[in-house]
């Protein structure tokens, strides 16, 4: 398949970025084929120093301005109409904000977004939303009824989306 011919997805990483990211490539290796996919290391996209390690410092500053910076750098970068996104963890709530702000893409799809509960508006996209049934921060029941939004939940924990397992899972359900 021409390059061309692909639709474009973006991925967003979870609170950590490039470190760490080898479970990535279960996605993008499976996804390649189907997809133009583009990586997107949400401290670099929030302008948070990398060499940060302290998951609470890095947290603090994505909540108090950084997750509206990165959404202002995806719009800046035009990103093109009826995109997919596939975010995980806090990157999930930047493509949930991108796509409300936007209207310009078509599926979104978020893992362990639990950042999403305090979220007001929905976008106006196909929404598939996954977390893992002991993700204690994962939006209550009343947020997904007030909002009209479905929830998948799935065995286990907060990064639920590093196992294979579930890489393969999510990577079935974009391909079809």
């Known amino acids: ?14 609170l950590w970025g490039g470190k760490d990211i080898d479970w990535i490539y279960n996605y993008v290796l499976e996804l390649r084929s189907k997809f133009e996919i583009v ?3 949400i401290r670099e996209l929030a302008d948070i120093d990398v060499s940060i390690e302290r998951e609470e410092l890095i947290h603090n500053q994505l909540v108090n301005g950084g997750i509206d910076k990165a959404v202002a750098k995806l719009k800046i970068e035009e990103q093109g109409e009826g995109v997919i ?7 999930g ?9 936007t209207g310009l893409v078509s599926s979104l799809v978020c893992v362990s977004s639990t950042r999403l509960r305090y979220e007001k508006v929905k976008p106006s996209c196909k929404i598939d939303l996954y977390f893992g049934n002991e993700d204690v921060y994962a939006p209550d029941n009343d947020w997904f009824e ?11 924990g907060h990064i639920i989306y590093k196992k294979e397992s579930f890489s393969k899972f999510i990577c079935f359900q974009l391909l079809q």
Request: hydrophobic share 40%; net charge neutral; proline share 0%.
């Open 85 to 91: 996104i596939l975010g995980f963890s806090v990157g």
């Open 146 to 156: 007030e909002l009209g939004v479905n929830k998948m939940t799935l065995e286990g």
């Open 93 to 101: 709530t930047i493509g949930w904000r991108y796509a409300t702000e």
């Open 1 to 14: 398949m021409d390059k061309k011919d692909k639709k474009k997805l973006i991925i967003l990483s979870d």
């Open 39 to 41: 990586f997107y290391d």
